[in-house]
């Protein structure tokens, strides 16, 4: 792969990062222990209300930590997957299938530069 396809590609990866993060700092929180791991942010219960509007406004917040689950495990395995990108780009091994270890294909890679196996693979 030739220096100016590889920059760019790094390029794309790293804004994509970003934009990542924010998304997942809006609902979620970065685990400072374990690096690269979120916690969706259950919502805290204020104690401000009591009596059945309280129990349904507690039975909605349920209802959206239960949805924002599955997008929070999405955001961060998509996150995960650039990082390792990111980390070959730095050790000179970006682009190889970690299947097969043949290239990936250029065209692959600049719509999904992240991704990790070459087609056949996937197949
Ligand atoms: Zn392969």
Known sequence: MNKKLLQKLKRKLEQ?????R???????????KLKGDWDTR??????????SAAL???ADEVEEYSTLLPIE???????????????????GAYGMCEKCGRKIDEK????YP????CLKCKK
Request: no cysteine; aromatic share 8%.
């Open 56 to 58: 349904e406004k507690a």
């Open 42 to 51: 259950f919502p805290k219960w204020d104690g401000g209300e009591v009596g």
């Open 22 to 32: 924010k998304e997942l700092r809006s609902f979620a929180k970065e685990d400072k």
């Open 73 to 91: 495990y999405n955001l961060e395995l998509k996150l995960k997957n650039i990082d390792l990108a990111l980390e070959k780009i730095k050790k």
């Open 16 to 20: 994509e990062k970003e934009v990542l």
């Open 114 to 117: 992240e991704a990790r196996i």
């Open 108 to 111: 692959r890679l600049k719509i």
